[in-house]
Structure formats: structure tokens, C-alpha cells
């Protein structure tokens, strides 16, 4: 299956627009559809679209899967809320971290989080909702990595030959498949989405788990999270597509107050970048990241180690995990 893309400079976003409502609106006809929101562009993007579509036939859900930044799923249904947009919170946190008990290897991660995702979670809320549809914000992006073997994005799927009907029990509906980040970006603003929505920097679906190499337990994870809450405060006012902090897997070497401290190091990722098929690290001044790993080693228990990734994509990837 040929995907033709649409490139953001030849986007006409209105017309995209026009266009994706009339399919939305002729698929899913008079059933129920679902759809997901994480608060990213391309959630966010979607969500819109289905509301403007069919309006109360779309069933919106954040589900809190344990691995989110600090309070997003309250911000983000918050957010939504004074946009007019009903979105049901599902607590999910123990499914996603059953999952992921025991797991080291990133594809198995990635699949762990994928099939709670799609099977339990959604699988339920479908058998409950009745709905027919899934609308869900998969990019070109998105279903390059994943058919080249770059990485498995966990929401691809029949271009590895998976049909969602068998496998879940309902169709997928994904308005957003031509674009890249930059052109999702233009048609968010054109929906009226707000700046801190449509400029919004990417988040991985598998979340915090994409930023924890080894087991993503709920200790590693509330690590990572507070030390995501130093970067992205530090790293605000920088001009960059995306910067995160990873918890690495192996401890190193430190000392604390005269004594040795075999603890965890964090590693810091900031990149320049316009749709992230490339990228490169984004040259930050040494005050900066002095003062980010000061923080880091001072706030976040354990940490002895702060690094920052100078390699480029490829061979690097924006995540780690």
C-alpha cells in the first residue's frame, strides 16, 4: 500500500480540511466512533476533525497509562474542555505497568504498550461504547520508521499487513496518513487549535516508557518524569523541535557528601529539526546545560550523571527507546 503524501509547502490546509471531514463523515455514517487524545499535534489534530465531522457520534478518551508527563491528563482534558470538546479520563495506569513488568527489550516495550493499548483498553471501551471506528492521528512519518525497521510505531498497522477488524474488532479510520509533523502543524492552527497545541513539541506514544532504557517500572518512571519536569522548564525559551531527558539502563559511579553513590545518569536530547526524518542536536550553550544537569543531580534522587547526545539523525534517533 502506496501512501501519497501531501509535502506542508504544497498543503492547502483549508481544503485538507474540507476534504477529511466529508471522508470521516461518509466512513463512519451513523455509528460511534472512538478516539484517543494525548495532547499532541496529531491527536489533538484529529480530534477536532472528528468533532467538526459527526460531532457527539465521536467518543473522545484520554487514557492515563502511568507513563504521561507530570498532571497531563488533567491539563489536557482541561484544555479541551474550554474548547468545547468532552473528554472522558480512563485510568489505565495498572494495565500499562502489568504489561511492562519484566520487560527490557524496546520492541517488546513498544508491542506491550501497543497491544494494551488496542486489545484491553480500547478493545473494552469499544465493546462498551459500541462504536465501529477508531480515528487516531498516524503520520507518513510514523509509518516510514515502522516499514523501513527503524522502529515499531505503535500505531501502524495494515502496512505490516495487520488488519485492525481481525485483530481488535474495529476499523481505523487515520485522516492525517499524507502528512508529516510540520503539515499536521498547519492544519492544526487552521482548526483553530491554540499556539501551545499546534506548536507543541512531539511526544512518543509509547510515552515516558520510550525514555527509559530497561524496565519501565513505576520507580524508573516517576525518575524520568521528574527529571522531565527540570528539562523542559530549563530548555523552555530554547528554539528547538523537541529536547527529553532518558533514564539510562546501567548505573555509574558517583559521590555524594565525601561517599561513593553507585547511581543513575540521565542523558539529555534537544534537536533541530522541520519533520524529523533528520535531525540534529541543537547547539546549547554551556550555561544551559550546567545549569540543567545542576538540577537534575541536585533534585532528582540518585542521579550522579547528566550527559547531552551530540550524534545526528541518522544513525541516531530522536528517541531512545
Known amino acids: 500500500m502506496t501512501i501519497e503524501g501531501i509535502a506542508a509547502d504544497k498543503l492547502d490546509p483549508e481544503q485538507f480540511i474540507a476534504t477529511q471531514l466529508e471522508e470521516i ?3 463512519v455514517g451513523d455509528e460511534i466512533a472512538i478516539n ?82 488496542y486489545r484491553d483498553v480500547f478493545g473494552r471501551l469499544v465493546r462498551e461504547s459500541g462504536a465501529k471506528y477508531l480515528l487516531q492521528g498516524t503520520i507518513l512519518t510514523d509509518v516510514d520508521e515502522t516499514v523501513a525497521g527503524i522502529k515499531r510505531q505503535h500505531n501502524v498497522f495494515e502496512q505490516l499487513g495487520i488488519d485492525p477488524q481481525q485483530a481488535f474488532g474495529y476499523q481505523i479510520v487515520e485522516p492525517l496518513i ?9 492544519v492544526a492552527e ?25 524496565e519501565a517500572t513505576r520507580e524508573r518512571l516517576a525518575l ?5 519536569v527540570i528539562t523542559e522548564q530549563e530548555l523552555a525559551d530554547v528554539d528547538a523541535f523537541q529536547y527529553m531527558a532518558i533514564l539510562h539502563e546501567d548505573r555509574v559511579t558517583g559521590m555524594r557528601e565525601g ?23 541543537t547547539h546549547l550553550s554551556w550555561d544551559i546545560l550546567e545549569k540543567l544537569s545542576n538540577r537534575i543531580v541536585t533534585e532528582v534522587p540518585g542521579v550522579v550523571s547528566v550527559t547531552y547526545n551530540i550524534a545526528t539523525k541518522p544513525p541516531s534517533t530522536m528517541e531512545v527507546v
Open 36 to 117: 484517543a487524545l494525548s495532547g499532541g499535534v496529531d491527536s489533538s489534530a484529529v480530534t477536532m476533525l472528528g468533532h467538526q465531522a459527526i460531532g457527539s457520534q465521536l467518543k473522545t478518551y484520554f487514557i492515563d497509562n502511568a507513563l504521561m508527563r507530570q498532571d497531563e491528563p488533567e491539563q489536557i482534558v482541561s484544555l479541551f474542555a474550554e474548547l468545547g470538546v468532552n473528554v472522558e479520563l480512563i485510568d489505565a495506569r495498572e494495565e500499562f505497568l502489568d504489561a511492562l513488568a519484566g520487560i527490557t527489550d524496546p520492541e517488546e516495550k513498544r508491542e506491550a504498550v501497543t497491544q494494551t493499548f
Open 178 to 186: 499524507q502528512l508529516r509533523k510540520d503539515g499536521v502543524r498547519k
Open 224 to 228: 524520568v518524569r521528574q527529571a522531565t
Open 259 to 281: 561517599r561513593r553513590e553507585f547511581g543513575q545518569q540521565i542523558e539529555i536530547r534537544c534537536w533541530d529539526s522541520v519533520d524529523a526524518r533528520t535531525a540534529s542536536p
Open 190 to 214: 487552521a482548526l483553530g487549535l491554540p499556539e501551545s497545541v499546534y506548536n507543541r513539541m512531539p511526544f512518543p506514544g509509547p510515552a515516558l516508557a520510550a525514555r527509559v532504557i530497561g
Open 25 to 27: 463523515s461518509a466512513t
